[in-house]
């Protein structure tokens, strides 16, 4: 009997410390490294971080989605814009060094995003953050610093696909990337630990209604949809409750810029929450949802 209640015991034991491994593992792979890099946010796919290969995808979503998260790749992500979305891209693959190539493939979109890449590796930017002989519309950088561009042309080498949308080709590249073992980059500043919270104020946000609600002079609004009709219907009330007009539009647009333009919104804060039950109201027509003000969207 004590022999079969140890036993029983050990066997618990071990089940109990191979779940605690798999959380362990889980934890490291997912909530650890998310909460480390990539230090700024935006649309990608993580796979091992340990990688030598980064894939942006230009402006082709469906690219990125197909390649998705794959442990031959650190990071595969889409980059719209020769500005903002650059700098974004920048940081991310500077703060990882292990991190020494770069594919770019997919579509090139009109503000020349790919190109604006290449030329920023081989010319970096000028005094005023705009990338040297770039042919984007606005290709300028101004929240990445010269020595972080200096990084980014020192620890990256760049595989030009631009124009590329076949997985296979991407993903040969990959491995033949892989394939050189290239050696993470030596990091003399410490740059890897180096996140945007250390240069941007971080607001961390929450709403007290006591504090952040007041009543606008101009009136109220109750917002219902008609589903025969296919509108958004807005009645707008004064402050007295007298009905004083109902606002009809098939989008939110038409309804909250007709009521801004006619300035029967004068509170910020009246403007935001109408925006954001209009917009409630438009998902709900549109997808056939039961819509309640103030109220989470419901199956009909």
Known sequence: MLMKIKFIKTEVDKAVVKVVAGLDRVYKKWFFRKQNWPVVSGSYYVGNQNRCVAVCTLGSINLMKQIGISEE????????TENLGIEKMVRNIITNPAIRILILCGDESHHRVGQSIVALKQNGMDGQGNIIGSLGRLPRLKNVRTDQVQRFQDQIEIIDLIGENDVEVVLEGVKAA??????????????ENQSPENEVEQIYCKHRESVDYQPDPAGFFVIQINIDSKEILAEHYSIDYKL???????????????AIRNKWITNMGHAAYLGRELGKAEIALTRGLLYEQNKELMER
């Open 73 to 80: 790749i650190a990071i595969t992500g889409k980059t719209f």
């Open 178 to 191: 892989n394939a050189r073992e290239l050696s993470v980059f030596q990091d003399q500043e410490g740059m």
């Open 244 to 258: 004083l007009r109902t606002l009809h539009g098939k989008t939110a647009l038409q309804i909250y810029a007709t």
